[in-house]
């Protein structure tokens, strides 16, 4: 897809990974991501992973004891400790290779927008060709993938999976999901990049943002719109509440 139709940055928005965090970087000044300041409010997706991770650990740790016993092998410490020891990694790796998956479908997704032509492997085939088909059925012209914005305003960056051109001529934020569901932070996130997008390229902040969700196991995407006002009033309020747990709350 053609990137030229997209106006020239008003800034150069630099990036870099340091102890798994992402980094934002304009005129020598350091932002936080999107993400991170949403890891402030975690709410519902917070309880909803600890009980997750709960439920993983200990099925990991119920299958691999009712195989040592089905095997008429005793219960000692010397066995139990390394089953413990996986079951508490557990959450961890399945988190991990669910990320590593929907990592490949964004790269799946970001070569196609590049005008390349993509080679999913087969777990991530599914994802890819939800993605295929939710296009054919919206009839986008997506103009660029992967792009990296910053709000000097407001102090954040973010990389924003794609940008479209409505037919009102007007530009369109999208976001890629492999969750399982949608989760309410999406569009506070999406709203996040939106500004970002405006302040990075110097236009009007766009009147529609997308949050796309694709299936990783079969045909199955979904496509909600973000109430981009109301949904940015709500992300300016945890960019605030952010900053004020960073310092202040207290009398020196």
Known sequence: MDTATLPKPVYAVGYRDYRRQHLYTVNGIEYPSVTKILNIIGGGKTNAL???ARRAAL???ESELVAELTQGR????EVLGPILA???RQPDKIKDDAADIGGRVHAAIDDYIAGKTPKPEP???PGFDNFMAWLSQESLEIIAGDTVVASVQHGYGGRLDAIARAKSGGFIILDWKTSNAMREEYPLQVSAYAQAFSETYGVPLPDSAWVIRFGK???DFETKKVNIPVALEGWLAAVKLYNAMRGGLWIA
């Open 123 to 125: 777990d991530v085939k």
């Open 50 to 52: 600890v009980i997750w």
């Open 59 to 61: 099925k990991l740790a």
């Open 74 to 77: 005793a219960i000692t410490a």
């Open 86 to 88: 996986r079951a508490d």
């Open 217 to 219: 196991t079969g045909p």
